[in-house]
């Protein structure tokens, strides 16, 4: 994908150990930009990118990063996608997608099944991505307090 931000060309890559250093500071800060009623502390993050090795994309202009997608290696063929995020100022031009498809191919390579994930019950945006990257929310609706009280989730799941 060669899209531009600013003057910027943008490049969807993997996240790598080499990187991880320069990349982990902007990923948080974009996940605060993204999530600022519950981002994922520093060391959340970190932990989650040294888990999910290799399943962790990012939208790079050179100097900041834009997006990202963070999957779970399969545990029993199943796995799932626990975060994903773009940059207010680049909605809506095709990255969520892109980013998703991409980790998608990468989890069925390394043997997932199975991917699930949770979202807000009123995210619509994110609900329309997910459906129509052919993920079924599970029967029964919402899971009352997933997350903490008064946080409830949708759960989702794609199967071949
Ligand atoms: C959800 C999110 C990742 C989508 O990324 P995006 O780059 O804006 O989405 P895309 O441009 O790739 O659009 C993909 C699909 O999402 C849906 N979508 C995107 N924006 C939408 C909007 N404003 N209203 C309804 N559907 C929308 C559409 O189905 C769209 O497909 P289409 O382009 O064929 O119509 C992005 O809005 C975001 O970062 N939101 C805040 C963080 C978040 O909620 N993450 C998900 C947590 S579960």
Same mark, same amino acid.
């Given at each position: 994908m060669?899209?531009?931000s ?14 991880l ?5 902007r990923l948080?800060?974009l ?8 981002? %994922? ?5 970190r ?9 962790? %994309?990012v939208?790079?202009?050179g ?15 199943q ?6 995020a773009?940059?207010?100022?680049l909605?809506?031009?095709?990255f969520g ?30 609900i ?6 052919g993920?079924?929310?599970d ?10 009280p ?11």
């Amino acid at each position: 994908m060669s899209q531009m931000s600013g003057e910027r060309p943008l490049r969807i890559r993997a996240v790598t150990e080499e990187d991880l250093e320069a990349d982990l500071p902007r990923l948080v800060r974009l996940d605060a930009d993204a999530f600022p009623h519950g981002p %994922y502390p520093f060391f959340v993050l970190r932990q989650l990118v040294t888990t999910c090795a290799g399943l962790v %994309y990012v939208v790079d202009d050179g100097t900041d990063l834009h997006g990202y997608v963070l999957g779970t290696p399969p545990n029993d063929a199943q796995s799932w996608v626990c975060s994903l995020a773009i940059t207010p100022g680049l909605r809506g031009k095709g990255f969520g997608r892109l980013l998703m498809t991409k980790l998608l191919g990468q989890l069925r390579v390394k043997g997932a099944h199975a991917v699930r994930l949770s979202v807000e019950p009123r995210n619509d945006s994110a609900i329309a991505l997910y459906r129509s990257l052919g993920f079924v929310p599970d029967p029964g609706g919402p899971r009352a307090d997933y997350f903490g009280p008064g946080e409830d989730r949708l759960l989702m799941t794609l199967t071949p």
